[in-house]
Nanobody, 127 residues
Framework: QVQLVESGGGLVQAGGSLRLSCAAS????????MGWFRQAPGKEREFVAA????????FYTDSAKGRFTISRDNAKNTGYLQMNSLTPEDTAAYYC????????????????????WGQGTQVTVSS
């Protein structure tokens, strides 16, 4: 089992920044990748970014490229999502997720391949 706890959400004005954290505990040696997803009210959960745990390869959705940076600190078993130039369209509940079995880089964008999920942290961007 892997437990994930997100933190760092909050209310920020448009153009501002937030850094989300995702602390992993339990059988963290099993981690293959960590992903960030978000879900706005009335919308489906969507992929934001992912990082492979051992070698740090990163993947982003188009709307996140150039604004968001995903990273991880293996020693702390913690992943991060630095979000800059936030817009009201970024308002959502943000979830981190952990994948333990490599199912291919393309599959990192699919929520269904992740085995563990955090409880989510709310990000609200005001205009």
């Amino acid at each position: 089992q892997v437990q994930l706890v997100e933190s760092g959400g909050g209310l920020v004005q448009a153009g501002g920044s937030l850094r989300l954290s995702c602390a992993a505990s339990g059988r963290t040696f099993r981690l293959y990748a960590m992903g960030w997803f978000r879900q706005a009210p009335g919308k489906e959960r969507e992929f934001v970014a992912a990082i492979t745990w051992s070698d740090g390869r990163t993947f982003y959705t188009d709307s996140a490229k150039g604004r968001f940076t995903i990273s991880r600190d293996n020693a702390k078993n913690t992943g991060y999502l630095q979000m800059n130039s936030l817009t009201p369209e970024d308002t959502a509940a943000y979830y981190c997720a952990a994948q333990v079995i490599n199912q291919g880089d393309y599959m990192l964008r699919q929520a269904r391949v992740y085995d563990y999920w955090g409880q989510g942290t709310q990000v609200t961007v005001s205009s």
